[in-house]
C-alpha cells in the first residue's frame, strides 16, 4: 500500500469518520416521549405518545398518518385490532373554539389549530359528542400538546392527538371528495427487542473479529519478516525499521485528542450545515472511502488463489505502482458504490450501506493501529467523555441532541446519514432501523485488535491471552447498550457509555493482575530477543573455544 492509499483513507476517515461515532438508536422517531418543561399533574399526566391514524374511504382501507397524543385526554389504545373504525367529521366552526353546528354522535371530529386553548377545543368536542379529536398543527411538524399551568382537574375522557399540516390537507381533501371517511386510532408498542437488533450485534462483533485477525496476522508476518532479515545479516544490517510497517500509521497521544476535538468540530458542522448539498458531499466522501476499503478487502482474499496477478504491478500516474488484481477488482467496486449512491433512497439500499461500511471499517482498522494501551486508553477516555456531551449534555446547549438529531439526519430530509451501519426493524410495527456509528466499531475495535496482536506475538493462546476477554467485553458493552436503549423507550443512548468501561476496564483488569500492564502501557508488545545478537554471540563464543 503505497503512501498516496494510506493518506487517502486515513486523511478523509480516520479523522473524519473514525470520531463520528452516532448513537445506537432507531430512526423511525421514539414513540414515547417526556417533556420537563410540561410536567405531568391530575387530569394532563399522559405520556406523549406516537399514534397511527388508519383511514378507509367508502369502506375501503387508504392512507396511514401518524400524529402524537396529548398530555390530556383518555389513553389510546396500543393494539389494532382493539382500535374501532369510526366516522370522521370535519369541524364547523373549523377551530372548534365554540359549540359545532353539525351532530356528532360519537364521530372523530378534526379541527384546526388556534384561536383558543387545545384543553377548550377538547372539552368542545366531548360535550357535543365526539369520541376523540384530531387537531391539525399549521406546521409540517408535530406539536406537544400541553394543559396550562391553571388548569387544574381536567375531566377530558376523549383521546386528542396532533397532526401535521400534511396529514391534515390529506384528510380534508377525502372528505371533500368522498361520502365516507373513517379512521381508527391506535399506538401500537415497540417489541421489546427486534432480530434487527441481534443482527446488528453480530455484525459489529463479526467486524472486529475479521479486522482483528487481519491485523494480527499482518503484524505477525512482519514480524517473522524482520527477525528472518536479521537472522540472514552477516556484515551489514539492512534498514528493517519500516519492514511490515508499510502502509500502517500508529496513533499517538495528541492525535487521539486531537481526533476528538476535530470530530467536535465536525459534528457542530454537521449539525449547523445538515442540507440536502451538504448530504451529497458526505455521499461522495463516503463512496470515496468504501471503494478504497471494499478493493482492498477484495484484494487481500482474492491475492491468494491470484498470487502472480497480486504481485505484478504497473506504474498508474498519480497512483504509483498498482497490481494487476486491483486493476481488475477497482471498476467492480467503482460500479457498486455508485449503484448504492443512486439508489441510496430505495428501501433495500441498506444492505449497500452496510458492505460499504463493514469493508471501509475492516480497512481503516488494519491500516491506522494504537501501539500501546496508553494512547487506547486516552482514545477511548476522550471518546467516552464526546459521546456523553454530544448525546446528554449538548441538549443544554442546542435545546437538542445534536448527536441524534445528525444521526437520524432530521434536518436534512433524507433517512439518515451514510456513516453508520443501519438494519430495519423486522418486527416493529413502526419500521425504521436500528443503527451504530463507525465509532462505536472502529474506537474499542483499534484496542481490541491491538490485544490480538500482542498476543500473537507474546505467543499466548486464547484463554491466556488478552482478546477473547476483550472481544466478550465489546460484546456485552453494546449488549448492555441495546438493553438501555429498551428500556429508555426507544430514547437514543451513547454507545460507548457502556462499551468503554467494559473494554477497556477488562483490558486494565487483566494485564494488572497478570503483571503485563507496564509492558502494554508502554512498549505495546512483548521484548524479543534479537536473533541476529545471539547468532553474534555464538560465533564469538565458538571462536574462543
Keep these: 500500500m503505497d503512501l498516496r492509499r494510506v493518506c487517502s483513507i486515513v486523511c478523509i476517515y480516520a479523522v473524519i469518520l473514525c470520531y463520528f461515532d452516532s448513537p ?56 389494532e385490532k382493539n382500535a374501532n373504525q369510526i366516522h370522521l367529521t370535519l369541524s364547523d366552526p373549523r377551530d372548534c373554539c365554540s359549540s359545532p353546528k353539525n351532530k356528532l354522535t360519537g364521530d372523530v371530529i378534526m379541527v384546526d389549530r388556534g384561536n383558543c386553548k387545545f384543553t377548550t377545543k377538547a372539552n368542545v368536542a366531548q360535550a357535543a359528542g365526539a369520541s376523540a379529536i384530531l387537531i391539525v398543527n399549521n406546521q409540517k411538524e408535530l406539536y406537544k400538546m400541553v394543559c396550562e399551568p391553571d388548569e387544574t382537574d381536567l375531566d377530558i375522557h376523549i383521546p386528542a392527538v396532533m397532526l401535521p399540516q400534511d396529514a391534515g390537507s390529506s384528510l380534508e381533501k377525502m372528505l371533500l371528495n368522498s361520502s365516507s371517511v373513517s379512521v381508527q386510532l391506535y ?42 532479515l536479521l537472522k540472514d545479516a552477516s556484515d551489514e544490517l539492512p534498514n528493517t525499521e519500516a519492514v511490515g510497517s508499510s502502509g500502517v500509521v500508529d496513533i499517538n497521544v495528541v492525535s487521539a485528542v486531537l481526533f476528538v476535538l476535530i470530530a467536535s468540530c ?64 477497482s471498476p467492480f467496486c467503482i460500479a457498486f458504490a455508485v449503484v448504492w449512491a443512486v439508489n441510496r433512497n ?46 446528554f449534555v449538548s441538549k443544554k446547549l442546542f435545546h437538542e441532541s445534536v448527536m441524534i438529531v445528525v444521526a437520524r439526519g432530521d434536518k436534512s430530509g433524507e433517512d439518515g446519514i ?113 536473533q541476529h545478537f545471539q547468532l553474534e554471540h555464538c560465533q564469538e563464543e565458538d571462536e574462543e573455544n
Excluded at 58 to 78: K, L, Y
Excluded at 303 to 324: D, E, H, L, N
Excluded at 429 to 444: E, H
Aim: charged letters at 15%; hydrophobic letters at 50%.
Design 418 to 530: 451514510p456513516m453508520l451501519l443501519k438494519i430495519p426493524r423486522m418486527f416493529d410495527p413502526w419500521g425504521g432501523y436500528s443503527i451504530i456509528g463507525f465509532g462505536d466499531i472502529l474506537l474499542p475495535g483499534l484496542v481490541i485488535a491491538f490485544s490480538l496482536r500482542y498476543d500473537w506475538l507474546a505467543k499466548k493462546n486464547l484463554r491466556a491471552g488478552y482478546f477473547l476477554w476483550a472481544m466478550i467485553a465489546y460484546g456485552l458493552g453494546l449488549l448492555i447498550t441495546y438493553v438501555a436503549l429498551n428500556l429508555m423507550d426507544g430514547h437514543g443512548q451513547p454507545a460507548l457509555l457502556y462499551i468503554v468501561p467494559f473494554t477497556l476496564g477488562t483490558f486494565l483488569a487483566l494485564g494488572k493482575k497478570r503483571g503485563d500492564l507496564r509492558i502494554l502501557w508502554t512498549r505495546g508488545e512483548p521484548e524479543r530477543v534479537c
Design 187 to 228: 399506538s401500537p408498542r415497540r417489541p421489546l427487542v427486534d432480530i434487527a437488533e441481534v443482527f446488528l450485534w453480530l455484525m459489529a462483533v463479526g467486524t472486529i473479529l475479521c479486522a482483528s485477525y487481519w491485523s494480527a496476522w499482518s503484524a505477525r508476518a512482519a514480524a517473522i519478516e524482520h527477525d528472518k
Design 346 to 391: 430505495y428501501s433495500f439500499a441498506w444492505i449497500g450501506q452496510d458492505i460499504l461500511g463493514i469493508a471501509l471499517i475492516i480497512t481503516v482498522l488494519q491500516i491506522v493501529h494504537v501501539p500501546n494501551l496508553k494512547v487506547g486508553t486516552v482514545l477511548l477516555s476522550c471518546a467516552f467523555l464526546y459521546d456523553i456531551f454530544w448525546v
Design 266 to 329: 465536525f459534528l457542530v458542522v454537521l449539525y449547523e450545515l445538515m442540507s440536502d448539498w451538504f448530504i451529497e458531499l458526505l455521499v461522495v466522501l463516503f463512496c470515496i472511502g468504501g471503494v478504497e476499503g471494499l478493493q482492498t478487502c477484495i484484494v487481500a482474499l482474492l491475492s491468494r488463489w491470484f498470487k502472480s496477478t497480486a504481485q505484478s504491478f504497473i506504474k498508474v500516474p498519480f497512483f504509483g505502482a498498482v497490481s494487476y488484481l486491483t486493476l481488475a477488482v
Design 24 to 79: 445506537a438508536t432507531v430512526t423511525a422517531g421514539d414513540i414515547v416521549h417526556d417533556d420537563d418543561s410540561a410536567p405531568k399533574k391530575p387530569g394532563c399526566e399522559n405520556d406523549f405518545v406516537l399514534v397511527k391514524i388508519q383511514t378507509w374511504v367508502n369502506g375501503i382501507e387508504d392512507s396511514e398518518f401518524v400524529g402524537v397524543g396529548a398530555r390530556f385526554g383518555t389513553t389510546i389504545v396500543s393494539k
